[in-house]
T-cell receptor, first 114, second 112 residues
């Protein structure tokens, strides 16, 4: 296993369009997290899954955002009707549910809304 | 609400000039404090986990320490390749692994 994989690495979209990002976690990990990072800030928590169940969503996650992890493996994050304020790096991480708490991150998807 | 404050925001060092990065935190029941390194345009790379006050971890030129209120990342004789943003994060004790709360990071530049 080569770590957490995210696709695409970069996405440029016009305001109002929908975008979808994919994350493939480390295969043994049953927890999967989405974070958002803007320039000069640390990552901010958006949501996380344990297997296929979405356990927590941040108030940052407006109703234009939706995340899924249908079979407890890969996850998708969709943003509908994108706004310029959605421009950011979207980071995915995975970890074990219990035991070693370290979360390992992917390389992120850089979204630019024009 | 959990809070993490890192200082200074940016640090410029000469190669070989040792220094320390600070991370102050407040959390209701600490499960772990984490240090990550992030290079421009990339995701954070895990460095250390600290669990309790007095604990220390080392890796090459880096040493992380933890007290009840703060953590330090000591960099000994840094090299230009140590230039990066260093992120500190805390995890609350909930009985299972949960989300991380991050600070804004410290951007370190090491001049040759």
């Amino acid at each position: 296993d080569t770590g957490v994989s995210q696709d695409p690495r970069h996405k440029i979209t016009k305001r109002g369009q929908n975008v979808t990002f994919r994350c493939d976690p480390i295969s043994e990990h049953n927890r999967l997290y989405w974070y958002r990072q803007t320039l000069g800030q640390g990552p901010e928590f958006l949501t996380y899954f344990q297997n296929e169940a979405q356990l927590e969503k941040s108030r940052l996650l407006s109703d234009r955002f939706s995340a899924e992890r249908p079979k407890g493996s890969f996850s998708t994050l969709e943003i509908q009707r994108t706004e310029q304020g959605d421009s950011a790096m979207y980071l995915c991480a995975s970890s074990f549910q219990t035991g070693s708490p370290e979360a390992f991150f992917g390389q992120g998807t850089r979204l630019t809304v024009v | 609400e959990d809070q993490v404050t890192q200082s200074p925001e940016a640090l410029r060092l000469q190669e070989g000039e040792s220094s320390s990065l600070n991370c102050s935190y407040t959390v209701s029941g600490l499960r772990g404090l984490f240090w990550y390194r992030q290079d421009p345009g990339k995701g954070p790379e895990f460095l250390f986990t600290l669990y309790s006050a007095g604990e220390e971890k080392e890796k090459e030129r880096l040493k992380a320490t933890l007290t009840k209120k703060e953590s330090f990342l000591h960099i000994t004789a840094p090299k230009p390749e140590d230039s990066a943003t260093y992120l500190c994060a805390v995890q609350r004790h909930t009985g299972a692994n949960s989300k991380l709360t991050f600070g804004k990071g410290i951007t370190l530049s090491v001049r040759p």
